[in-house]
């Protein structure tokens, strides 16, 4: 369980949340919602113990579970099935009982030997508490259905995608959360922030499932509006505005009716209020020019003044980032050709033999199942990464915009301003300023570290780097993840209206849409072949 009193949050002198009262039961699976910026990723961090509340009260009992928007693991070293299990401890207990099982067969001494033996006995006692082997046949069965299949949880987490890498920190809480934890059904109260990012159409059905059944408390930030009305059966909305918190014990659709009949209501309350509040003031007006009827005036003004005081306000129509990608520079025919790229990491051959001429204005989709090295070819495309063969041949005028899906392309430890700044060493200060607000960054933030922002903030702050850039080639690798759905409509918008090359990631079909692609990419085999509909089906899938 998790209770909040008086919590108050706070970005700079910004307030995010102030004297609100949040409560997670058993049970519970709430939807954490509010525009990009509004504090539902700060939110979650501070219920979670990862970031201190500016004032108030916090209480936590039991098991917990914490899926950030940009898990950073510790060891990149170690396999994928190791860091599942070790979310019970399984990792290390198996290294002990294979080195148990090794001194039993390699000690001469009978001494030694029976002290072996019973160390081993001890070892598979706490293995069986804690699950044993059916645990990690429910860890590869939740991989799986992530997917994640066998072939990559042997492989150390400093080989795979970051994409995959997030569905291994996915695994890893929902396996610590599962029925099949040491005795049976499990009280975790789980804190997800965007889990379906990264997932293909099959993994999130799988996902919808497991959070209907969970029977611990869940709260989850998640554009997947799908997902909010499978899953949550009440709803936080974090106003911005107001720097509240409206709790609504409600399912999604219920909630969105409810809204909706709210707004209605108040702003049909603030016309009849004003309406009335008109007429008293023209008539205190009237009055006025009676010297015998200057008081009653005065006393007609302040109930106008005193009747649109008690109104509750209106809802503020939340601010949308413009966004607009670059005006190209100039370029030659084809400013980007890639001849027989192949990449491996360790002995896993990820693709090999890929060619890829990108001509001036075209437009291209890379798809492939996870795993299959679509953001790696983009990272050899961008020259952030060397092929183990072939080559990436630039063109006449070539300049390239690279949107990656981790924000690697962000310091997390500057500010703002020097994010924008160093994607722009040249361009004017109130250029790169105007450009900014344009974004929705304005005054201090200005100064925020970006490694603080919200997922989708720092998505729109990747963004502004591009704009200002003047690219002709956008390489673009998951480019909606993390928006709200008016920001997303906005890069959409800009996908359709850019004059430059674009080579797109994505799992959304929206975004594809928009694109209008020419040419299709399928990883890992690198065939190329003309854009039809039929590809749009794969688009989720991949």
């Given at each position: 369980m998790i209770a909040a009193t008086d919590l108050e949050l706070r970005a700079g002198s910004r307030i995010l949340l102030s004297e609100a009262t949040l409560r997670v039961q058993p049970g519970d699976r709430i939807g954490l919602v509010g525009r990009n910026g509004a504090g539902k990723t700060t939110t979650l961090r501070v219920l979670a113990g990862e970031g201190q509340p500016y004032a108030g009260e916090l209480r936590r009992t039991g098991e917990l579970g914490y899926l950030p928007q940009d898990p950073r693991e510790g060891d990149l070293s170690v396999t994928a099935k190791d860091r599942v299990l070790s979310a019970r401890g399984l990792d290390e207990l198996l290294r002990e009982i294979e080195k148990a099982q090794s001194a039993m067969a390699e000690l001469v001494d009978a001494g030694e030997r029976d002290a072996a033996v019973r160390r081993y006995g001890r070892l598979e006692e706490r293995f069986a508490a804690l699950g044993g082997y059916a645990a990690e046949s429910e860890a590869a069965r939740i991989c799986a259905n992530l997917g994640l299949p066998e072939r990559v949880l042997g492989q150390p987490l400093a080989t795979l995608s970051g994409g995959q890498r997030r569905r291994v920190e996915l695994a890893r809480i929902l396996f610590a959360a599962s029925e099949a934890g040491a005795g049976g059904r499990s009280g975790t109260t789980l804190l997800l922030d965007e889990p379906t990012n990264h997932l293909d159409a099959d993994s999130i059905t799988w996902l919808r499932g497991f959070l209907q059944a969970h029977d611990g408390g869940l709260v989850v930030i998640s554009h997947d509006v799908e997902l909010l009305a499978a899953v949550v059966n009440k709803v936080w909305f974090l106003d911005a505005t107001r720097g509240e918190v409206d709790v609504y014990n409600m399912g999604w659709q219920r909630y969105l009716d409810a809204r909706a009949a709210d707004e209605k209501r108040r702003r049909r309350e603030r016309a009849n209020a004003e309406k009335k509040a008109a007429a008293l003031m023209a008539q205190a007006d009237k009055m006025r020019a009676k010297a015998t009827k200057a008081v009653a005036a005065q006393n007609m003004a302040r109930r106008a003044e005193t009747l649109l005081a008690g109104l509750e306000e209106t809802r503020q129509a939340d601010k949308v980032a413009r966004i607009r990608f670059p005006e190209p520079a100039p370029c030659g025919r084809t400013p980007l050709t890639a001849e027989g790229l192949a990449k491996s990491y360790g002995s896993l051959e990820v693709f090999t033999g890929v060619d890829l001429a990108v001509d001036r204005g075209s437009r291209v989709v890379v798809l492939g199942l996870n795993g299959a090295g679509k953001t790696t070819l983009l990272?050899?495309?961008?020259?952030?990464?060397?092929?183990?063969?072939?080559?990436?041949?630039?063109?006449?005028?070539?300049?390239?915009?690279?949107?990656?899906?981790?924000?690697?392309?962000?310091?997390?430890?500057?500010?703002?301003?020097?994010?924008?700044?160093?994607?722009?060493?040249?361009?004017?200060?109130?250029?790169?300023?105007?450009?900014?607000?344009?974004?929705?960054?304005?005054g201090e933030q200005l100064d925020q570290p970006a490694g603080t922002l919200s997922g989708g903030e720092k998505t729109r702050l990747a963004l502004a780097g591009l704009v200002s850039s003047a690219a002709n080639v956008l390489l673009l690798d998951e480019p909606t993840n993390n928006l709200d759905p008016a920001s997303r409509e906005q890069v959409l918008d800009a996908l359709r209206r850019y004059a430059g090359a674009v080579v797109l990631v994505t799992h959304d079909p929206g975004a594809v849409q928009a694109l209008q692609p020419e040419r299709v990419i399928l990883l890992p085999d690198g065939t190329e072949?003309?854009?039809?509909?039929?590809?749009?089906e794969l688009v989720q899938l991949a």
């Amino acid at each position: 369980m998790i209770a909040a009193t008086d919590l108050e949050l706070r970005a700079g002198s910004r307030i995010l949340l102030s004297e609100a009262t949040l409560r997670v039961q058993p049970g519970d699976r709430i939807g954490l919602v509010g525009r990009n910026g509004a504090g539902k990723t700060t939110t979650l961090r501070v219920l979670a113990g990862e970031g201190q509340p500016y004032a108030g009260e916090l209480r936590r009992t039991g098991e917990l579970g914490y899926l950030p928007q940009d898990p950073r693991e510790g060891d990149l070293s170690v396999t994928a099935k190791d860091r599942v299990l070790s979310a019970r401890g399984l990792d290390e207990l198996l290294r002990e009982i294979e080195k148990a099982q090794s001194a039993m067969a390699e000690l001469v001494d009978a001494g030694e030997r029976d002290a072996a033996v019973r160390r081993y006995g001890r070892l598979e006692e706490r293995f069986a508490a804690l699950g044993g082997y059916a645990a990690e046949s429910e860890a590869a069965r939740i991989c799986a259905n992530l997917g994640l299949p066998e072939r990559v949880l042997g492989q150390p987490l400093a080989t795979l995608s970051g994409g995959q890498r997030r569905r291994v920190e996915l695994a890893r809480i929902l396996f610590a959360a599962s029925e099949a934890g040491a005795g049976g059904r499990s009280g975790t109260t789980l804190l997800l922030d965007e889990p379906t990012n990264h997932l293909d159409a099959d993994s999130i059905t799988w996902l919808r499932g497991f959070l209907q059944a969970h029977d611990g408390g869940l709260v989850v930030i998640s554009h997947d509006v799908e997902l909010l009305a499978a899953v949550v059966n009440k709803v936080w909305f974090l106003d911005a505005t107001r720097g509240e918190v409206d709790v609504y014990n409600m399912g999604w659709q219920r909630y969105l009716d409810a809204r909706a009949a709210d707004e209605k209501r108040r702003r049909r309350e603030r016309a009849n209020a004003e309406k009335k509040a008109a007429a008293l003031m023209a008539q205190a007006d009237k009055m006025r020019a009676k010297a015998t009827k200057a008081v009653a005036a005065q006393n007609m003004a302040r109930r106008a003044e005193t009747l649109l005081a008690g109104l509750e306000e209106t809802r503020q129509a939340d601010k949308v980032a413009r966004i607009r990608f670059p005006e190209p520079a100039p370029c030659g025919r084809t400013p980007l050709t890639a001849e027989g790229l192949a990449k491996s990491y360790g002995s896993l051959e990820v693709f090999t033999g890929v060619d890829l001429a990108v001509d001036r204005g075209s437009r291209v989709v890379v798809l492939g199942l996870n795993g299959a090295g679509k953001t790696t070819l983009l990272r050899l495309l961008g020259g952030m990464e060397q092929p183990d063969a072939g080559r990436v041949v630039p063109g006449h005028g070539l300049r390239i915009g690279y949107y990656a899906q981790e924000h690697e392309t962000l310091d997390l430890e500057a500010s703002v301003w020097a994010n924008v700044r160093h994607a722009a060493p040249d361009a004017p200060e109130q250029q790169l300023r105007n450009l900014l607000g344009t974004f929705l960054f304005s005054g201090e933030q200005l100064d925020q570290p970006a490694g603080t922002l919200s997922g989708g903030e720092k998505t729109r702050l990747a963004l502004a780097g591009l704009v200002s850039s003047a690219a002709n080639v956008l390489l673009l690798d998951e480019p909606t993840n993390n928006l709200d759905p008016a920001s997303r409509e906005q890069v959409l918008d800009a996908l359709r209206r850019y004059a430059g090359a674009v080579v797109l990631v994505t799992h959304d079909p929206g975004a594809v849409q928009a694109l209008q692609p020419e040419r299709v990419i399928l990883l890992p085999d690198g065939t190329e072949d003309h854009w039809s509909e039929e590809y749009l089906e794969l688009v989720q899938l991949a």
